[in-house]
């Protein structure tokens, strides 16, 4: 292709409500009907607390406020995208602040304290079979993520990954906290494991979820400060389990979290995993890997860097130029839409061109299974020209 | 002074069991006999799950056999440190490999869960009290730090804090995780702070606590892995939540958990506190705070880099020359005890002789006030010459 192929690692879709509820087994509709309300009012509440005043309504002015309803919309959706130069996108549930959230908590942060197992695995069945729909309207451009609230009954976790696979779905949305259940690297969640290795689908979390802080001064600076190494903590959980020694084909993607952490954890782990003084008192923990904790890093887990920072691109060496996506955040406030050419202008311009095409769009394509044949008449018709990142072509 | 003055910001001290039972308010002694074959055997079955087979035995050969004895003997105590070079001593509990660990949890793991609270607080009164004891043996060589299990009940936690500072301790050691608690931002802990600044005693997390991962492969990685966060984790919660912004003159160190995260934590903090596309969303979380999160840190946080790596000191700019404090860890396996003259060679040769002396003593002087002038005719007794480091001398 000339032009850029951009896929976006990081969007979101979901109906407005009470759009889940034709998805919803029967028996839970009346339950939906009763949780709504009070739902949206707890969002609305959490966004008093946690929003600038008046942010939403401003933010929903302009292009914006038709272009929300790409959230649900597929052709509203598909021309956000092209005007935003992007071909193909992943997709996270959770559409727009919250009021798109699948049902009973099985959204982004998927709590596993306080709520209804059998409730939240409603809500999750109901967003895997409206995302399935929604992406079978598209299947070149769309990748789309079933959530699986796996924590509460593995048999049941591996039943709706098979079921994601065969309605099209491309990876799974696992929660990022395992509250009082076996932590990540329990021997007892192998054949979720196994199954997404068989099936060829992709693991993710996504950066949202963490511990309540209270409501006390300084805890909006603290949760930003902390989201993403919780979501990030799982990639630890599983190195050091041997699960990516056990499963070296498996794929794990953590996804909105930034990258500059990247280079630090691997130092630190593969420092740990080393011959140190510090450790020689300690029983065999390293038996069972073979690789380096990084060399697993390097292979197993991608970085869906939405709205990718300069600073990160600078340090991509570090991170991994092969594990870096980037990601327009789609319809979220905090992404780049609708301004991405903007966005990539200011952070990937001057590169090597390779390495450019490598994280705007080279890796997702291989991580998700993208057919670049198809998409490349969509690419070259909306795609940005590198001339206009400045990016410096490969050397003959 | 000619010679390099050496004061271990991380050393540990406590008696053979039952040496605390004589310490123990009387109700609590019968108590302590019940719990203490129970403690140990806990102990045992931890160590024979996380430290290599014969470890402890093996190390124990040798000059170990009979300085461990240091743990509780104030007079071969300085021996083992005079032969080690090091002039004075910071010192937290848990004497050796939690044998002589404070009674019912209240030593340097200090749980906020599964533990009676009655009995912890009695547990640390009894630390508090022998290590007053153990430091008026030697006051210019020794700065003591109570145990103060803060999360059960504040009014406690201020008249401990009294006590301690009326008995000469320096400084307070307080539990890592706050667990079911109101976490360490919250209003109800300000008389805490506010006595700690008032007397001018040194607020301490020391690397031990961490969540419990369960018995599965792994666990042991992981823990070194995030151990370090764990401990480190208040001083965010106390910079976003305005706690140094309200106690300039608070001091707040974090012991033994090396000093990599630290650069990554300050930019962190800062891009975060920054205006930036992703935070402009938020409810205001900085109006409270006049300096950066990074210069709160560079002002009220200190790093106890026991067996500080070269690599830390050769990142001692971005981590804060002033801020680092090395410890030897004496009496504990992966300390440098007793060869510390080999691992400073190892870590601390040729660098400015300011900022070696800086970090391997006159940082700890001034955060514990230490007294130079009653220190000086032993460290030009046993304290190493900045010439065996290769020291680089200041120019004229």
New interface residues.
Partial sequence: MKRLLLISSDCHAGPPPPGYREYLDPQYREAYDQALPIQLKITEERQK?????G??AE?KQGVVATGTRGAWDSAERNRQLDDDGIAGEVIFPDGVTDRNAPPFGAGLAMPTEGVVPELQWAGARAHNRWIAEFCAQDLTRRAGLAVVPMFWDVDEAVREIRWAKEHGLRGILIPPLFGSH??F???CYEPIWSTCEELDLVIHTHGGGAPD??D???????Y???YA?WSA?PV??L????VFERHPRLRFVVTELGA??VP?LK???DQ??GDT??????????S?LKLK?SEYFDRNVWVGAS?TARSDIENRAAIGVGNMMWGSDFPH??GSWPETRRFLDESFHDLPEHDARTMLGLNAAQVYGFELAKLEPLVERIGPEPESLKLVPARR
């Avoid at 006390?216 to 603290?222: A, D, F, N, Q, S």
């Avoid at 190195?239 to 041997?242: H, L, N, P």
């Avoid at 003084?277 to 390293?286: E, G, I, S």
């Fill in positions: 607390r946690t929003l600038a005043d942010f939403l933010w076996p932590p690297h329990a021997a802080y209270g006390h001064l300084g805890t909006i600076g603290i930003i400060t902390e190494w903590r630890w959980f190195i050091w389990g041997g500059s952490w630090e130092a630190l782990m740990r995993f003084h510090f450790n020689k008192k300690l029983a065999d923990f390293r069972h904790p709205v406030p905090e």
